[in-house]
């Protein structure tokens, strides 16, 4: 049997998507969450020296969503078309282009919560709108299925709520499609039984 194990931070953050689709496929995986204080001596050991990372069979991946790409498509939800899994990726790209634009490493609180509340207020409802009206009446992002566009939908949009709770209030598909992954079986049963975090 395949050994995989997934190392991150005690967060939700970029490794939420690969835990999204380990859940989903049922597939057992070690969920190493590294201390923070233990990240200084572990750094110089990861390739490229980032988190994220999984290992398959010894095989180090780096990169969140290269990895929650290798894992939406070894569990079938990268899209069921060549054209489907361009659309997914894209969608993905964009979610994450978006999330990308906040400074989560600032440690000056006054100066985050000036540039989180900028973004919020004044980027988010371009993103909301698009992806509003991509997502149209479908049930789903892309194809007639759920693929891993929708989990980094729940994912980002999970975190983004926390931070914003009205954010998406005039979007009530994209509200409602949340619902849908959340009330997916594996998927609900993760998020009940994750780890508590702020982020
Ligand atoms: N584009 C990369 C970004 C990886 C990244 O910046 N990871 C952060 C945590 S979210 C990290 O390792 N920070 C610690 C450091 O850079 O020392 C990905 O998606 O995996």
Redesign the pocket.
């Known amino acids: 049997m395949t050994q995989y194990k997934l190392t ?2 005690n ?1 939700r ?2 490794a939420e998507i690969s835990r999204y689709l380990f859940a989903y496929s049922g597939k057992k995986y070690e969920d190493h969450r590294i201390a923070a204080a233990d ?1 200084p001596k572990i ?1 110089p050991t990861i390739p490229f ?4 990372i999984l290992e398959v069979d010894g095989v180090v991946i ?4 290269a ?1 929650a790409r290798y894992l939406a498509r070894e569990s079938g939800l990268a899209g069921q078309t060549p054209v489907e899994q361009a659309l997914a990726d894209a969608i993905v790209d964009t979610i ?1 282009d978006f999330m990308t634009l906040f400074p ?2 600032e440690k000056n609180q006054d100066v985050r919560k000036k540039a989180f509340d900028d973004i919020l207020t004044n980027k988010a409802p371009e993103l909301l709108k698009d992806l509003d009206t991509f997502l149209g009446d479908n049930n789903w992002l892309v194809g007639k299925s759920v693929t891993w566009a929708d989990f980094y939908w729940d994912v980002c949009s999970t975190t983004l709520l926390s931070c914003k709770p009205d954010l998406a209030d005039n979007y009530p598909r994209l509200l409602a499609l949340r619902d849908r992954v959340q009330a997916l079986p594996a998927i609900a049963d993760w998020i009940q039984k994750r780890p508590k975090t702020i982020m």
């Open positions: 991150y931070f967060l953050g970029r990240w750094k020296g980032k988190v994220p780096h990169q969140s969503l990895i994450d989560w490493a």
